[in-house]
């Protein structure tokens, strides 16, 4: 059953709009990763650039394959060792990833989250969302909905709720390479 708050959730994605909720280690600022419209606000409210692409989250692969290419059993299986979890890969995007996630290179960061309001959020919408830190490009994450209201004010509907206890952001890992490019 789906709850009004919702619908009026999804509707507010379906608009173009941004939302903050809570992550492993801060609140995060999302939105449909399928509206151009939502990304460039995104991308301006944090004032970042456009060729830094976005991070998706979701609580299960089945939401995330949309947005990259097809990976083999032994891609698959190094992904499912790290999930759900503080884990985000960056694996090759899908031809119909939108540049604005990619940052324009042929690749796109994905997790799928462990901390359970994010992953019920990302269950509820039955979709990925983009999930970078609740800040301005270079300053301090929000780490609660008092400080993302006081930030961004009525520019995005926040979700209030408890961050995890990480202290870091997700490890991020390049799956061509195994590369660690954050700890």
């Known amino acids: 059953m789906v709850s009004g708050d919702t619908v009026a959730l999804r509707a507010h994605l379906k608009r173009g709009g941004l939302i903050a909720y809570p992550t492993e280690s801060c609140y995060g600022l999302g939105c449909d990763p399928r509206s151009p419209r939502a ?15 976005m991070l998706l989250i979701a609580d299960r692969f089945r939401c995330l ?40 290179r042929p690749t796109i960061a994905v997790r799928v989250t462990a901390h359970p309001e994010a992953a019920r959020l990302c269950r509820s919408l039955d979709m990925a969302l983009v999930s970078t830190s609740a800040n301005k490009s270079g300053k301090k994450p929000a780490k609660t909905a008092a400080e993302c209201r006081r930030m961004f004010g009525a520019r995005v509907r926040v979700i209030a709720g408890r961050i995890g206890t990480r202290k870091r952001p997700s490890t991020l890992i390049d799956l061509a390479t195994g590369t660690i490019l954050r700890p």
């Open 65 to 104: 394959r949309p947005f990259i290419r097809p990976l083999g059993p032994a891609d698959m299986t190094q992904l499912n060792r790290s999930w759900p979890g503080p884990v985000t890969w960056v694996v090759p995007a899908s031809a119909a990833c939108p540049p604005l996630l990619t940052g324009g």
């Open 39 to 53: 990304l460039k606000r995104l991308i301006d409210l944090k004032g970042r650039s456009a060729a830094k692409g």
